[in-house]
Nanobody, 116 residues
Framework: QVQLVESGGGLVQPGGSLRLSCAAS????????IAWFRQAPGKGREGLSC????????YYTDSVKGRFTISRDIAKNTLYLHMNNLKPEDTAVYYC?????????WGQGTQVTVSS
């Protein structure tokens, strides 16, 4: 079964850090572009970061640039989102994504809540 299984969300205080993980099964990550999105209550899904499938070029939206880092571990077939200096406005459900021209796979989503 082709799937991405997310973990690592939770409650964190402002200024804290979290690492989200997304384990792939049924397919292997090389040659897939990977990305992270989030959706806050009452808002649409927002793209945060992506990494190219054939190279390691990365992109970050302005609101997370310098605070979030996307990465992947080919040996573990897992992608990550490292989040530092978290703010209350980062509260959302976070989704991972892996895609080629012919297939797109989404994770199930994990809740991140930033609150004191």
């Amino acid at each position: 079964q082709v799937q991405l299984v997310e973990s690592g969300g939770g409650l964190v205080q402002p200024g804290g850090s979290l690492r989200l993980s997304c384990a792939a099964s049924g397919f292997t990550l090389p040659n897939y572009a990977i990305a992270w999105f989030r959706q806050a209550p009452g808002k649409g899904r927002e793209g945060l970061s992506c990494m190219g499938g054939t190279d390691n070029s990365t992109y970050y939206t302005d609101s997370v640039k310098g605070r979030f880092t996307i990465s992947r571990d080919i040996a573990k077939n897992t992608l990550y989102l490292h989040m530092n200096n978290l703010k209350p406005e980062d509260t959302a459900v976070y989704y991972c994504n892996a895609a080629t021209f012919s297939m797109t796979v989404w994770g199930q989503g994990t809740q991140v809540t930033v609150s004191s």
